[in-house]
């Protein structure tokens, strides 16, 4: 192999996903309905840390909205968006229409951070979104399962349903991801 072939093949395997033909190169490629039945791209968080969540109304977690709310309120200036995905895959706890989810996340725990359509978050049919959050960083085992992104559009760190939304780790995984 010659010297410039070498340095290719380096330079290839430290080339980011993107370079390597990687259909879902960060979060930011994919796309997700909101729960107004929006299209939306998610490259339209680029550049911020996201907190991901996977919601249902009716879990012992659900109390949790009015942490994320919280969460959401004291970091938004700071870069950082909470993004929630009903899903009614752990014990059918989201059954409610989108409207419903709406109304319900709206006038129970005011939430104004950015709520997208139910989806599958595991198994047959799983969304794109999912599919890429569960890389390297596990499928939720539960709802509320929390998973930190990057500003480059990569999971970073990810936690159970029990870590609360005011937990010094969760605040400690978006704090790094803000760094520069």
């Given at each position: 192999m010659t010297l410039s072939a070498t340095f290719f093949a380096i330079a290839l395997?430290?080339?980011?996903?993107?370079?390597?033909?990687?259909?879902?190169?960060?979060?930011?490629?994919?796309?997700?309905?909101?729960?107004?039945?929006?299209?939306?791209?998610?490259?339209?968080?680029?550049?911020?840390?996201?907190?991901?969540?996977?919601?249902?109304?009716?879990?012992?977690?659900?109390?949790?909205?009015?942490?994320?709310e919280q969460l959401y309120e004291a970091?938004?200036?700071?870069?950082?968006?909470?993004?929630?995905?009903?899903?009614?895959d752990f014990g059918g706890q989201e059954p409610g229409t989108a409207?419903?989810?709406?109304?319900?996340?709206?006038?129970?725990?005011?939430?104004?951070?950015?709520?997208?359509?139910?989806?599958?978050?595991?198994?047959?049919g799983q969304s794109p979104v999912y599919k890429f959050l569960e890389t390297g960083h596990g499928e939720p085992k539960w709802n509320f399962h929390k998973y930190v992104v990057g500003k480059d559009g990569q999971v970073v760190a990810a936690f159970a349903s029990s870590v609360k939304p005011d937990s010094a780790e969760l605040k400690d995984a978006i704090e790094a991801a803000l760094m520069p």
């Open positions: 395997l430290a080339a980011p996903a993107s370079a390597k033909g990687d259909p879902a190169m960060s979060f930011y490629d994919l796309k997700a309905d909101t729960l107004d039945g929006k299209a939306t791209n998610l490259s339209v968080y680029r550049g911020k840390v996201l907190v991901v969540v996977n919601t249902a109304s009716e879990c012992g977690y659900t109390p949790q909205y009015a942490g994320l970091y938004k200036d700071k870069g950082v968006v909470v993004l929630g995905f009903p899903s009614n409207a419903e989810i709406k109304t319900f996340c709206e006038s129970k725990y005011h939430v104004t951070f950015p709520m997208f359509a139910k989806i599958k978050t595991k198994g047959e």
